[in-house]
């Protein structure tokens, strides 16, 4: 049974870090594009960070791009979103996503092409 579990959000103010963390089981991790959506209220769904876990290769959205940063651990088959420079609109819930083609540049506007999803942390940033 696949599950991503994230951790890690939570309350911080503008200027502030914060980093997420999704541990990943079931699966095999080395062949995955793992990413980071959120969703804010009323908003839609939106990819922020893409890694191809056997590249390495990153993608993001412009709007974090030089503020967030996503790794990973494949020994501990665990995703992470370094944020610095928070504002009040990253305030959403943040999803874990993960699925078997590879991440390619269009990765971020395709949520429907992931295969499992974790139950999201909320990070709140206040202005």
């Known amino acids: 049974q696949v599950q991503l579990v994230e951790s890690g959000g939570g309350s911080v103010e503008a200027g502030g870090s914060l980093k997420l963390s999704c541990a990943a089981s079931g699966y095999t991790y080395s062949r995955t594009c793992m990413a980071w959506f959120r969703q804010a209220p009323g908003k839609e769904r939106e990819g922020v960070a893409a890694?191809?876990?056997?590249?390495?290769?990153?993608y993001y959205t412009d709007s974090v791009k030089d503020r967030f940063t996503i790794s990973q651990d494949n020994a501990k088959n665990t995703l992470y979103l370094q944020m610095n420079s928070l504002k009040a609109d990253d305030t959403a819930m943040y999803y874990c996503?993960?699925?078997?083609?590879?991440?390619?540049?269009?990765?971020?506007?395709?949520?429907?092409?992931?295969?499992?999803w974790g139950q999201g942390t909320q990070v709140t940033v206040s202005s």
């Open positions: 996503a993960a699925r078997y083609l590879r991440c390619t540049s269009s990765s971020l506007q395709r949520s429907d092409t992931y295969n499992y």
């Open positions: 890694i191809n876990s056997g590249s390495g290769t990153t």
